[in-house]
């Protein structure tokens, strides 16, 4: 995807390294520099790893506003940009554009970070033993192969039958829109086990962000990698391989539901702040949930709190919201990546579609009650339990980028609501006119 790689100045990569062990990330853009990989350096190296994590974060706000608006989740209004409220939701004959920033920032910006980790993998082609032994190298591999594969699952999410083009190394020719999901997905899972091979016996050298706070060994990366196979197995209805992928993640049960990996923001100079973050009560910029998210929770479950009443509601396009989504509670507030709360809720999905209903239900307990609700007392059947796992995925991962997919994947769209007579719910985004037209 070379039409979306950046070149940023060198003396900008010099100040990344020491950022980084602090627990910063100072890049904004992925590091690219001509004849990197000819010999890097360590710090070339450690760069490399650096700029993939930095790119992860750009454009992540297009992606969660646009998957939460068509997905029901939000309301944005913005006086700057009314396509928010027109194309997202369909208003009136709106349809969704193929060139326009809602589609093409998040899109280019995910296969940003592929190129930029296929750059990484050249660079350890050609590292000297002195600068990384083999062990190192894997281990610079691995994570390079898993942030491939988890980046282009967020591109599928957003085109879905309309296609991606799986990433190549650099130099190689470009593969075709491929339109299979089941491939697709096929294509990312082998990115993760070949990052998982790779990352097994290594050696982890170089610095990351505090986001990967507990997860940033050998052993911490190889739980993140099998935490991501864990949603494409289930994306992929592999449930067996997806209850394997979990044993290897660091999914927990009975642990901390909010452990896990997240993009890390701060408001320090030359570092990126979460632009998610609105202040409540806010005028002119403002994140509502879909009214909704309050009318359909059941009373007294507490992830009410992850949004909260405004002073006076706030309209824009014949759309009223009163709750601020209050998700992120400064511009320096993480945004997850993958979380336990996830996993739990995988391991719930996966034993009700192998029949292991008592499983299930333990596992949908444990979500219930971290959230103040009573047991599930409903009925014990697979239809009943799937309304109960998509109950609690919608509330426990609001604003996580996965109502809009799950709903697709259960061919449940046409239960979401359309709030104007003229509005429409999105299967999918169309493929970005730069890809169409090659």
Known sequence: MKKYLPIIAIALLLLVINACQKGEINSLNTPVVTGITTDPSRSDLFNLVTGAESGMRNSLSAYLDGTGIIGREIYRFSGAEPRYTTDLLGGGSKVLDNNTFYITNPWSARYQVARQCFILLDAIGNTRPEVASDIQKKAFTGFAKTLIGYQLLLNLNMTNTNGVRIPVANGATLGPVITNTAEV??????????????????????????????????????????????????????????????????????????????????????????????????????????????????????????????????????????????????????????????????????????????????????????????????????????????????????????????????????????????????????????????
């Open 185 to 438: 997905l096929d294509s990312i899972l082998k990115f993760l086990n070949d990052g998982k091979a790779d990352l097994t016996g290594s050696e982890v050298i170089f610095p990351l962000s505090d986001g990967f706070l507990g997860f940033k060994t050998t052993a911490g990366l190889l739980k993140f990698n099998r935490a991501i196979a864990a949603r494409v197995y289930t994306y992929r209805q592999q449930w067996a391989n997806a209850l394997s992928a979990l044993n290897e993640s660091f999914f927990d049960l009975n642990g901390p539901l909010n452990n896990g990996i997240y993009h890390y923001f701060s408001t320090n100079g030359g570092d990126l702040a979460n632009t998610m973050y609105l202040p409540p009560n806010g005028n002119g910029e403002i994140r509502v949930s879909h009214p909704s998210f309050a009318t359909n929770i059941i009373p007294g479950d507490d992830r009410i709190t992850k949004t909260a009443l405004r002073d006076d509601p706030a309209s824009q396009g014949g759309l009223t919201g009163n709750r601020d989504v209050i998700v992120w509670s400064s511009l320096n507030a993480p945004i997850s990546i993958i979380r336990n709360e996830e996993l739990v809720l995988i391991y719930a999905e996966a034993k009700i579609q192998t029949n292991a209903i008592p499983d299930a239900i333990v596992a949908l307990n444990r979500i219930r009650t971290a959230h103040n609700l009573t047991p599930y007392a409903g009925a014990v059947n697979k239809d009943a339990l799937i309304n109960e796992l998509l109950y609690n995925r919608r509330y426990s991962l609001f604003m996580e980028g996965h109502r809009w997919v799950d709903l697709r994947r259960y061919n449940r769209l046409n239960t979401l609501p359309k709030d104007r007579v003229d509005d429409d719910v999105w299967t999918q985004y169309p493929l970005p006119q730069s890809e169409s037209n090659q």
